[in-house]
């Protein structure tokens, strides 16, 4: 079955930096890859996501990077705010329909220091 | 307001007690899920289900029975708790079968600690 890596475990920076967080993942038929947001005491809840037919995509502060060859894909946030803090999830699925489920990478603490 | 409901909220249990975990959701999602969430480990899939009457193992079954009687509720039975499922347990819910991927939907959460 699938397997998610994320890298780092840990991150901190300086408000007004990047974070850049990198997940690689096992089965090469997984086609759907959403990043998850989870405050400290709260539910998780999707930021962004990206499917195999784009390499990259952008969203305001945050983008998404995929490399389908290496498989491998990123999480880049810039001009970080302290409300950025939280733990952040990569995922992967087939993702051809809502059958095809999604399996979670460990997470990624990220705190930005003001 | 639309969303998905977990109840209870937190629940400290003896071992060796059946314990149920409640899940609902408005949204007429026809796939729910259940998942634990363990520092260091992230979001593992107990168990799924694509449609009413419908339900699957994931990637961490045992211990946990699931039902899926209607597509509003998912509840989440442990038959006899042990101290290795303390944890927090999450429901989540997902657009219409069939169609792309357009990510979950999670509930507050469930906290469990048994002892």
């Known amino acids: 079955g699938e397997n998610v890596e994320q890298h780092p475990s840990t991150l901190s920076v300086q408000e007004g930096d990047s974070a850049v967080i990198k997940c690689t993942y096992s089965d090469s038929a997984s086609n759907y890859f959403p990043w998850y947001k989870q405050e400290l005491g709260k539910r998780p809840q999707l930021i962004i996501d990206i499917r195999s037919n784009v390499g990259e995509k952008k969203d305001q502060r945050i983008a998404v990077t995929l490399n389908k060859t290496a498989k491998h894909f990123s999480l880049h946030i810039t001009e970080t705010q302290p409300e950025d803090s939280a733990v952040y999830f990569c995922a992967a699925s087939r993702g051809v329909t809502s059958y095809d489920k999604v399996i979670f990478g460990p997470g990624t603490s990220l705190s930005v220091i003001p | 307001i639309a969303g998905i409901t977990q109840a209870p909220t937190s629940q400290i249990l003896a071992a060796g007690r059946r314990m149920t975990l409640r899940c609902t959701q408005d949204?007429?999602?026809?796939?729910m899920y259940w998942y634990r969430q363990d520092l260091g480990l992230g979001l593992r899939l107990i168990h799924y289900s694509n449609t009413a009457g419908t339900t699957g193992k994931g990637e961490v079954p045992d211990g946990y029975s699931v039902s899926r009687a209607n597509t509003d509720d998912f509840p989440l039975t442990l038959a006899s708790a042990v101290p290795s499922q303390t944890s927090v347990y999450f429901c989540?819910?997902?657009?219409?079968?069939?169609?792309?991927?357009?990510?979950?939907?999670f509930g507050s959460g469930t906290r469990l600690t048994v002892v």
């Open positions: 989540a819910s997902s657009d219409i079968a069939g169609r792309p991927n357009y990510g979950y939907t």
């Open positions: 949204m007429r999602h026809n796939a």
